[in-house]
């Protein structure tokens, strides 16, 4: 069975004509969340269809099935984690289709047990009356429709609402094609929810924690912030004054023969990587291999990672080889990688083999950041949100100025802060007077 296009590996093992298929994991990643099976139990599946989709820290997609058969068994359920080597279905295969897959498989000989001594017949109890027993209704509502067998197919965003709405899914009564549920279903769910009367009166100001499991993304994201714990950092703040970078993006935009809407982020980007070339330890990581005797590996390409606030959680895809690329290059990308991230459609490839990191919290609303370093990088940019200020011009009189907060974090085993300063100082110059940048293009 394929389980992940491309860079995902596969085992199968066939028992006379089931296959049971788990899964195996690309380096870094060690386990995944299914969001939906497009198959239930006793489906017919053709080969090359979609199983289900998955989501892990790096990406969304879909795991087809390599084999045309039954499926058997579902050992996992949606939103349930599937950590690598574990069983993800069973299915039952034409004796003989698969031959190169497994030899055949060795009969079993089972060992002849002497029958045991009879003893006197037992007088069976006598059956006890048992009460049906129905779960408490939820804030007093009840969802008495029948379940259908596809219940548990919605997509990413409708799952979204139901976790908003805490609406378990098997309670909606789905209206889609195989009885998919939809964002109407449950929109009629929560409308007849709130309009049930409450039987259990709850005290005012009251509130039921209850235990959400982390997701990929954020499973992730806690693992490298915690290992980021054990790299001493240092911050380094400065301010820039972009009036002239602001004007050249007006002057791209208003151009009426090819308007060009290039953020304030592209420039930045590019400068980092100009001056990445003077000061390339930046661009380095550290490897522990032997703790005893660690070293550095110079990295020669600039793959500049861009934080973004997706639909499910930080992401930092990253743009590859900055240095080769063009400021419109550089914007094209980042608005391709946005998009995908929207679409939950960004690949592994997207996001792996970073070297530095710029987030730009200026699109949210902060003005100063104190940005982490991301394990096997050296640093990170933090940029804040731009404000106009007055300011002194070189002949000495007051001008309106667009000031924008520069925040590095550097990882202190490796970096100094004079270093650090340098390289803070280079992007400033570049960002500062633009036009340096084409004096420093190849």
């Given at each position: 069975?394929?389980?992940?296009?491309?860079?995902f590996?596969?085992?199968?093992?066939?028992?006379?004509?089931?296959?049971?298929?788990?899964?195996?994991?690309?380096?870094?990643?060690?386990?995944?969340?299914?969001i939906?099976?497009?198959?239930?139990e006793?489906?017919?599946?053709?080969?090359?269809?979609?199983?289900?989709?998955?989501q892990?820290?790096?990406?969304?997609?879909?795991?087809?099935?390599?084999?045309?058969?039954?499926?058997?068994?579902?050992?996992?359920?949606a939103?349930?984690?599937?950590?690598?080597?574990?069983?993800?279905?069973?299915?039952?295969?034409?004796?003989?289709?698969?031959?190169?897959?497994?030899p055949?498989?060795?009969?079993?000989?089972e060992?002849?047990?002497?029958?045991?001594?009879?003893?006197?017949?037992?007088?069976?109890?006598s059956?006890?009356?048992t009460?049906?027993?129905?779960?408490?209704?939820v804030?007093?509502?009840?969802?008495?429709?029948?379940?259908?067998?596809?219940?548990?197919?919605?997509?990413?965003?409708?799952r979204?609402?139901?976790?908003?709405?805490?609406?378990?899914?098997?309670?909606?009564?789905?209206?889609?094609?195989?009885?998919?549920?939809?964002?109407?279903d449950?929109?009629?769910?929560?409308?007849?929810?709130?309009?049930?009367?409450?039987?259990?009166?709850?005290?005012?100001?009251m509130?039921?924690?209850?235990?959400?499991?982390?997701?990929?993304?954020?499973s992730?994201?806690?693992?490298?912030m915690?290992?980021?714990?054990?790299?001493?950092?240092?911050?380094?703040?400065?301010?820039?004054?972009?009036n002239?970078?602001?004007?050249?993006?007006?002057?791209l935009?208003?151009?009426?023969?090819?308007?060009?809407?290039?953020?304030?982020?592209?420039?930045?980007?590019?400068?980092?990587?100009?001056?990445l070339?003077?000061?390339?330890?930046?661009?380095?990581?550290?490897?522990?291999?032997?703790?005893?005797?660690?070293?550095?590996i110079?990295?020669?390409?600039?793959?500049?990672?861009?934080?973004?606030?997706?639909?499910q959680?930080?992401?930092?895809?990253?743009?590859?080889?900055?240095a080769?690329?063009?400021?419109?290059d550089?914007?094209?990308?980042?608005?391709?990688?946005?998009?995908?991230?929207?679409?939950?459609?960004?690949?592994?490839?997207?996001?792996?083999?970073?070297?530095?990191?710029?987030?730009?919290?200026?699109?949210?609303?902060?003005?100063?950041?104190?940005?982490?370093?991301i394990?096997?990088?050296?640093?990170?940019?933090?940029?804040?949100?731009s404000?106009?200020?007055?300011?002194?011009?070189?002949?000495?009189?007051?001008?309106?100025?667009?000031?924008?907060n520069f925040?590095?974090s550097?990882?202190?085993?490796?970096?100094?802060?004079?270093?650090?300063?340098?390289?803070?100082?280079r992007?400033?110059?570049?960002?500062?007077?633009?036009?340096?940048?084409?004096?420093?293009?190849?």
């Amino acid at each position: 069975m394929t389980v992940f296009p491309q860079s995902f590996g596969h085992d199968t093992y066939i028992y006379p004509s089931l296959s049971i298929v788990y899964i195996t994991f690309p380096t870094g990643i060690t386990e995944v969340q299914i969001i939906q099976w497009y198959v239930e139990e006793g489906a017919y599946i053709e080969e090359w269809k979609p199983l289900c989709q998955y989501q892990s820290d790096k990406a969304v997609d879909d795991i087809t099935s390599r084999y045309e058969g039954v499926v058997k068994k579902l050992h996992f359920q949606a939103d349930d984690t599937v950590p690598t080597g574990k069983a993800l279905c069973d299915i039952e295969v034409e004796n003989g289709k698969y031959p190169d897959d497994n030899p055949p498989p060795v009969p079993k000989t089972e060992p002849i047990e002497p029958a045991p001594a009879r003893s006197p017949p037992l007088e069976a109890p006598s059956p006890q009356p048992t009460q049906a027993t129905t779960p408490a209704p939820v804030n007093g509502f009840t969802n008495n429709k029948p379940r259908s067998p596809h219940a548990t197919l919605a997509t990413p965003a409708v799952r979204g609402m139901l976790k908003i709405h805490n609406v378990n899914i098997e309670d909606v009564q789905g209206t889609g094609k195989d009885g998919r549920v939809l964002k109407e279903d449950v929109q009629r769910f929560i409308a007849e929810r709130d309009q049930a009367p409450s039987t259990q009166p709850t005290a005012p100001g009251m509130q039921e924690e209850t235990a959400v499991k982390l997701t990929p993304i954020q499973s992730q994201m806690f693992k490298n912030m915690t290992n980021s714990l054990s790299i001493p950092q240092f911050l380094y703040a400065d301010e820039l004054n972009v009036n002239n970078v602001m004007a050249i993006r007006k002057k791209l935009a208003n151009d009426p023969k090819d308007p060009q809407k290039i953020s304030l982020l592209s420039f930045v980007i590019k400068a980092m990587s100009l001056a990445l070339n003077d000061y390339p330890l930046l661009n380095a990581k550290i490897d522990t291999t032997d703790p005893a005797k660690p070293q550095l590996i110079m990295r020669a390409k600039h793959n500049i990672g861009v934080a973004m606030d997706t639909p499910q959680g930080l992401l930092v895809p990253n743009i590859k080889d900055v240095a080769d690329r063009s400021i419109l290059d550089i914007a094209a990308e980042i608005l391709r990688l946005n998009a995908l991230a929207k679409e939950r459609k960004l690949t592994p490839a997207d996001l792996s083999g970073g070297t530095i990191t710029a987030s730009n919290i200026g699109n949210i609303g902060g003005t100063y950041v104190a940005p982490v370093v991301i394990p096997n990088e050296m640093a990170i940019l933090g940029i804040g949100k731009s404000r106009t200020v007055p300011i002194f011009d070189d002949a000495g009189q007051v001008t309106k100025g667009e000031l924008v907060n520069f925040s590095w974090s550097a990882d202190h085993r490796v970096v100094d802060g004079a270093t650090m300063a340098r390289m803070a100082n280079r992007v400033r110059e570049l960002v500062e007077s633009p036009e340096q940048m084409l004096l420093n293009l190849r």
